[in-house]
């Protein structure tokens, strides 16, 4: 295995664990102990990210069937879930720039968010 500047030149030609860095570091100090803890690391991180994604949808559908917005159906959770899974398991077929589309508009979405926010705090 290359080191240093050699490694990162040789990435695109190397495969499986070697060519993650990050994942590979692991497995080269820790053996495959690490490579198990990155691992579960990583997969942690991704399904907190789903949980998260999906509770923040669930109260928007919920909120916006309060406020009369969409129909009462939302207000039930289970309602909220199975189209929350409808539509991402549809955007999912509509292939790979559907979901960078997707990903992109909620960056955005939360580059105005967080632009708003700052905008609005007082200055100390």
Known sequence: MPHGGAYVADLDNLGGVASVPTFNAAQAYMGNFGLIVMTVNALAAIFTG??????????????????????????????????????????????????????DLTAFGAIIGFGYTSAAAPSW
């Open 50 to 103: 789903i949980i998260g994604a999906y509770r923040a949808a669930l109260r928007v559908l919920s909120t916006m069937a309060e406020d009369h917005i969409l129909t009462e159906k939302f207000a039930r959770t289970e309602y909220s879930i199975v189209f929350i899974m409808v539509i991402s398991v549809l955007l999912s077929m509509l292939g790979r720039n559907t979901l960078n589309w997707f990903v």
